[in-house]
């Protein structure tokens, strides 16, 4: 089993929709859990952290299952500009070393 | 701030020839990694460095692939010889970090990348 897991997609889904990932990790000891972006040929960049209590940042809400080990993102009113690869990471250790997951694709459709 | 600044941006060469690339973290961030981005695989940690001393080089493909971080503000990562298997997009990503019993989450901000192709 992989330490990370997404579903690679692509989510094709039209403007104004909502749309949810999830990703889910095989460490139960993990201890920091993140949302990345990836724009085509770019740099990933951190979208959100996300906490044990969820959270929110305007359209976009994350969410932490400790117990089944999943991670999920929630995007609101989709934007063409929401267009990326969203990136699961989850970090564990002593040093934080993290696990990227391959990332799940979204197309915003006009 | 200038952000994570790697170099160069694009590389191309032939199968046998060392590759050297570079990267320059933000200043004042305690923790550097390198990645290798490809379709197949995804994004690789490849190694990082804490404080620059090397803390899990485990996701170094093999001998071939060497990293080093003489001081604060630079890294290597070098390839000798090349192989066309090599070929990808290098990440380097710093971070500050609060130490290694730290539970940190501070953010990992990436450079460009560097687009290696070797023929």
């Known amino acids: 089993r992989k330490e990370v897991e997404q579903d690679p997609g692509p989510f094709n889904v039209p403007e104004g929709a909502t749309v949810a990932f999830n990703c889910t990790y095989s460490?139960?000891?993990?201890?920091?859990f993140f949302w990345y972006r990836q724009d085509c040929r770019k740099e990933p960049k951190l979208l959100m952290s996300?906490?044990?209590s969820g959270n929110e940042d305007g359209r976009f809400t994350a969410q932490l299952n400790r117990a089944s080990q999943y991670i999920s993102l929630l995007i609101r009113d989709s934007k063409l500009s929401d267009s990326a690869t969203y990136l699961c990471?989850?970090?564990?250790?002593?040093?934080?070393?993290?696990?990227f997951g391959t990332g799940t694709k979204l197309q915003v459709i006009p | 701030d200038a952000g994570v600044i790697q170099s160069p941006r694009h590389e191309v060469t032939e199968m046998g020839q060392e590759v050297t690339l570079r990267c320059k973290p933000i200043s004042g961030h305690n923790s550097l990694f390198w990645y290798r981005q490809t379709m197949m695989r995804g994004l690789e940690l490849l190694i990082y460095f804490n404080n620059n001393v090397p803390i899990d080089d485990s996701g170094m493909p093999e001998d071939r692939f060497s990293a080093k971080m003489p001081n604060a503000s630079f890294s290597t990562l070098k390839i000798q010889p090349s192989e066309p298997r090599d070929s990808a997009v290098y990440f380097c990503?710093?971070?500050?970090?609060?130490?290694?019993?730290?539970?940190?989450?501070?953010?990992?901000?990436f450079g460009p990348g560097t687009r290696l192709t070797v023929l």
């Open positions: 996300v906490y044990s």
């Open positions: 990471v989850v970090s564990s250790g002593g040093y934080q070393k993290v696990t």
């Open positions: 990503a710093s971070s500050s970090q609060t130490g290694w019993r730290g539970t940190s989450t501070d953010t990992q901000y």
């Open positions: 460490n139960s000891a993990s201890q920091s």
